[in-house]
């Protein structure tokens, strides 16, 4: 096969849409099925280790045409101030169902945490250390808009115990900013990586996207650099997925602007092999750490995990979601709370969880699961060694190494005595991979393409 032949198989091959598997099975497979009544038993169920806590905030000064995400814009202050006590009491009336348990990781998302006030910060903080044990090595991490840092808010975030922040930049270039509604020059990131370091908070991470409108080759390089140049310790380079039938707010996108699949592929490779020959190791298919970081570490000793916020150290087998929307998760089960603020705040305030829906989890999709994630994580599996800890026979995979054997004809897929190994272009064909075992696979749900 010429290298030509080759980059037009990979090229074909990455446009299929497969879910990025932050979860399995994946969120378009939960159901109505599992509600308050359900949570709350897998909540009861689990009772071992530690767990992590995920705080959602559903709001932004104004929606990016590219977000994906859960959240709606608020100017004024009262609704926001109204969902942290509605909050509250969802934190609360977790806890007294959960106990007292030691936390080994707490995210902040949306949206845009950062719009919380310094009083409604310390009052959810203060709430975690009075239901829960969260000691110096909990890591306490918050995902950032570096428009709104303000002054002295870095000094706040440091006082109540966040010891990690991800910054969301997306790219450096104006006319990218421009075309995805989103203006942030440089000048203003660099200010907020001095602001959180000045006030202690040195583990930083960098958001970037490839796949935007107005992207060149020669633009995403120039990003690169200049965000390899502020040395984060950790970059998470995410494809941009465009669902207009689902995010609404990305209609403003002009589709004419947007990269086709060929040149898409050549931004996410020269993304990524400018960042790696910055310095920094790649970890699974969107993310860099540098080499001292827990994640590379991890990575090495084969400990990474994959969770609802991407790759991450955390290895707590219960993850509680507080918010509209957050996802939690348990060694029964998945819960989703309802997306709706006022359906959510109508249920907490009625003493109940908002869990709208979710998934209750059977032996084969813990196997399965753990496969995925192997996947996702190492670009490779034993799948006889997983078997044998999920006290099931790998003959339940014959079917699905049927589906890898033109990736193994193509020399990029290995299968070896039950070993699958990707032994080329991992990064871009992880996706594709761990969906030939997702038994739910093509029975609904709309995905984005791979690379």
Not at 134 to 155: C, K, M, N, Y
Not at 192 to 217: H, K, M, N, T
Not at 255 to 279: F, M, V
Request: charged fraction near 20%; proline fraction near 4%.
């Amino acid at each position: 096969m010429t290298h030509q032949d080759e980059a037009v198989s990979l090229e074909a091959l990455i446009r299929a849409t497969v879910p990025r598997y932050t979860s399995y099975p994946t969120a378009p497979h939960f159901s109505a099925e599992v509600g308050a009544d359900s949570y709350g038993e897998f909540l009861d169920r689990a009772v071992d280790g530690p767990i992590s806590l995920y705080v959602h905030i559903p709001f932004c000064h104004s929606i990016c045409h590219y977000c994906g995400c859960t959240t709606k814009a608020s100017r004024r202050y009262a609704p926001i101030e109204a969902y942290v006590e509605v909050l509250r009491s969802e934190i609360a009336m977790v806890a007294a169902r959960i106990g007292r348990r030691t936390v080994s990781h707490i995210h902040w998302g949306g949206g845009t945490p950062n719009l919380l006030s310094a009083a409604a910060f310390e009052a959810i903080v203060g709430d975690f250390h009075r239901f829960f044990d969260i000691g110096p090595d909990t890591e306490h991490a918050i995902e950032l808009d570096p428009r709104h840092l303000g002054e002295g808010r870095a000094r706040l975030l440091a006082s109540i115990g966040v010891n990690r922040a991800s910054l969301g930049v997306q790219d450096f270039d104006p006319a990218v900013q421009v075309a995805i509604g989103r203006i942030q020059p440089a000048e203003t990131v660099a200010a907020a990586v001095e602001q959180l370091r000045d006030a202690g908070i040195s583990s930083l991470s960098f958001d970037l996207i490839y796949g935007l409108p107005e992207q060149s080759v020669s633009s995403i390089r120039r990003t690169i650099e200049t965000a390899v140049a502020l040395a984060p310790d950790r970059i998470s380079l995410f494809g941009y997925a465009h669902v207009p039938w689902f995010r609404v707010n990305q209609k403003l996108i002009d589709t004419s602007k947007l990269p086709g699949s060929e040149q898409r592929l050549k931004l996410e490779r020269t993304a990524h092999d400018s960042i790696a020959t910055a310095g920094y190791i790649p970890i699974g298919i969107d993310h860099f750490a540098k080499p001292s970081d827990a994640m590379a570490v991890a990575l090495s000793k084969r400990t990474l995990r994959r969770n609802f916020q991407g790759y991450t150290t955390d290895r707590a087998e219960t993850l509680i979601g507080f918010g509209a929307s957050s996802i939690g998760r348990t060694p029964a089960g998945y819960a989703q709370n309802v997306t709706d603020t006022s359906n959510w705040r109508e249920r907490i305030v009625n003493g109940h969880f908002a869990t709208e829906r979710g998934r209750a989890l059977t032996l084969e999709d813990r196997l399965r699961a753990d496969v995925i994630e192997q996947i996702l994580c190492f670009f490779d599996v034993d799948l006889s060694a997983t078997a044998a800890r999920h006290n099931t026979d790998p003959a339940v995979f014959a079917n699905d190494l049927g589906k890898l054997a033109p990736l193994v004809h193509a020399g990029w897929v290995t299968v070896d005595d039950g070993r699958v190994a990707i032994v080329r272009h991992g990064a871009e064909l992880a996706r594709l991979v761990a969906s030939t075992f997702d038994a739910y696979l093509g029975m609904g749900g709309r995905h984005s393409v791979a690379v």
